[in-house]
């Protein structure tokens, strides 16, 4: 079973930067969607970005043009590069790994807590 692992959360001020890693135990290859949500406290999860098997993104309105999300299949590691922080980004952050065809795959990292300034 394929474990997920985020690092690179802190304590940063408004309008600086952190990039997010998710470590994956195992292949990453045959995940058709890997994605980061977020959880503030009192609010519910929150889908922040995706990025497809094949590289293909979405975002949320919320992160459009200040987050960037991409994989490297060869290091088996997901990453967000949150640029122009702001206090309401401040969450507990979760990678997500899917695999639809057999053997179905649907796991979670334990989260890293990121904390915005102002």
């Known amino acids: 079973q394929v474990q997920l692992v985020e690092s690179g959360g802190g304590l940063v001020q408004a309008g600086g930067s952190l990039r997010l890693s998710c470590a994956a135990s195992?292949?990453?290859?045959?995940?058709?969607?890997m994605s980061w949500y977020r959880q503030a406290p009192g609010n519910k999860r929150e889908l922040v970005a995706t990025?497809?098997?094949?590289?293909?993104?979405n975002y949320a309105n919320s992160v459009k043009g200040r987050f960037t999300i991409s994989r490297d299949n060869a290091k088996n590691t997901m990453y967000l590069q949150m640029n122009s922080l702001k206090p309401e980004d401040t969450a507990v952050y979760y990678c997500?790994?899917?695999?639809?065809?057999?053997?179905?795959?649907?796991?979670w990292g334990q989260g890293t807590k990121v904390t915005v300034s102002s």
């Open positions: 997500n790994a899917v695999r639809s065809t057999f053997p179905v795959y649907d796991g």
């Open positions: 195992g292949s990453i290859f045959s995940m058709n969607v």
């Open positions: 990025i497809s098997r094949g590289g293909s993104t």
